[in-house]
């Protein structure tokens, strides 16, 4: 009995901890979800600049 208590206790403590953890970046996340820098476009003009499908358009 008094081992399922430390072991509930501690189980609470553990997660009060990871979740002080994950909640410490949160704002870092929501800068970058809200942020739009055009990057999703830009790696779509190099994937196809790699594979050669726009050659064309530079000359």
């Known amino acids: 009995m008094i ?5 509930g206790v501690a ?3 553990f997660g009060y ?4 953890q994950v ?3 949160e704002h870092i996340r929501e ?3 809200n942020e739009d ?3 999703a476009q830009q790696t ?7 594979t ?4 064309k358009t530079e000359e």
Not at 3 to 7: H, N, S, V
Not at 17 to 20: A, I, L, R, S, T
Not at 52 to 55: A, E, F, M
């Open 3 to 7: 081992f399922r208590l430390i072991a």
């Open 11 to 13: 189980l609470a403590t």
């Open 17 to 20: 901890y990871v979740g002080k």
């Open 23 to 25: 909640g410490r970046n």
């Open 31 to 33: 800068k970058l979800e």
């Open 37 to 39: 820098d055009g990057s």
């Open 44 to 50: 779509g003009e190099m994937m196809s600049e790699r």
């Open 52 to 55: 050669g499908r726009q050659t």
